[in-house]
């Protein structure tokens, strides 16, 4: 079965760093490209991210660029998204997801990025 | 602003078929076939329920239905069901500047 497990999430205050993982099984992690996406509570999904299986080419929206780093460890089966210079409009759920040509069919349950003074 | 236009809302009645469109440009729906959609129920992982505008995963009901014409991909639902009360979301791929991915603004289906 496969399944994906983001963590990290949490309070930070406005300009702070945060780094979010997640966790996956159940299938060849290699394999597979992997994409960041959030939701503003409230509001509709935005793609933040995405990462090819080897980890050598990256990819981000307008919004997070020169700000959020998305790596990968496939030993480790673990993708990360390291988010620094943290703004309140950053404030969302932060979902992982599996690449599979360009639709994402495996998702992971969210985990909530607070940027509040 | 979302980069593909969905209607903020849909409703229908149960038994009922109901569709929702999303249009885009020539630079994401009109231009691949990597249309998908997406349905999310609060507080649950967010499920796929079509790929590559009109397949269907395993285990999706075929009640599901995808299509597109031009710039527009369409969801449609037959025989609606109360379970179906959710938000819905259409994605393509996109060349356009630096994303790769976009999506619709959601539609949130209310069965009646």
């Known amino acids: 079965e496969v399944q994906l497990m983001e963590s990290g999430g949490g309070l930070v205050q406005p300009g702070g760093s945060l780094r979010l993982s997640c966790a996956a099984s159940g299938f060849t992690f290699s394999n597979y490209y992997m994409q960041w996406v959030r939701q503003v509570p409230g509001k509709g999904l935005v793609w933040v991210s995405r990462i090819t299986n080897d980890g050598g080419v990256t990819n981000y929206a307008d919004s997070v660029q020169g700000r959020f780093t998305i790596s990968r460890d496939n030993a480790k089966n673990t993708v990360y998204l390291q988010m620094n210079s943290l703004r309140a409009e950053d404030t969302a759920v932060y979902y992982c997801?599996?690449?599979?040509?360009?639709?994402?069919?495996?998702w992971g349950q969210g985990v909530l990025v607070t940027v509040s003074s | 602003h979302s980069a593909l236009t969905q209607p903020a809302s849909v409703s229908g009645s149960p038994g009922q078929s109901i569709t929702i469109p999303c249009t885009g440009t020539s630079s994401d729906v009109g231009g691949y076939n990597f249309v998908s959609w997406y349905q999310l129920h609060p507080g649950k992982a967010p499920k796929l329920i079509i790929y590559d505008v009109s397949n269907r995963p395993s285990g999706v009901s075929n009640r599901f239905s995808g299509s597109k014409s031009g710039n527009t991909a369409s969801l449609t639902i037959s025989g609606l069901q109360a379970e179906d009360e959710a938000t819905y979301y259409c994605s393509s791929y996109t060349s356009s500047g630096t994303l790769v991915f976009v999506f619709g603004g959601g539609t949130r289906l209310t069965v009646l």
């Open positions: 997801a599996r690449d599979f040509n360009f639709t994402l069919d495996y």
